[in-house]
């Protein structure tokens, strides 16, 4: 009988290490925004291959959503593009030219 005793014992232990070894929320790290002509060049790449795929206007969170990119890449995707004549914009939103 003692033996059982000890496993009933060793239970407690387990999920106690398993609650101590859950992995702690941490803040998100920033990501630095890299601005050169070659990252801002697939940015514009993004944003326009999202506009195509979607064939309407979308917002700019839509775009990033869509892209899986930051708010601030559309943007500066967007302003190549806008340069460049690709895009303009329809009742706030934003579609290929």
């Known amino acids: 009988m003692a033996e059982k005793k000890a496993t009933k014992a ?3 232990k387990k999920e106690a ?5 859950a992995p ?4 998100a790290k ?3 925004l890299v601005i050169n002509a070659e990252s801002v060049g697939f940015r514009a790449g ?3 291959q999202t506009l ?3 064939g309407k206007a979308l917002t700019v969170k839509e ?7 930051s708010e601030e890449e559309t943007l ?3 302003g190549w593009l806008f340069k460049e004549g690709k895009v303009k914009d329809e009742e706030g939103k934003i579609v290929l030219a």
């Open 52 to 54: 195509e795929a979607a």
């Open 24 to 27: 702690k929320k941490t803040a």
């Open 76 to 78: 500066l995707g967007m």
């Open 63 to 69: 775009i990033a959503k869509a892209a899986k990119i």
């Open 17 to 21: 290490t398993k609650k101590a070894a």
């Open 30 to 32: 920033k990501v630095e």
């Open 10 to 12: 060793a239970a407690p």
């Open 46 to 48: 993004d944003v326009y």
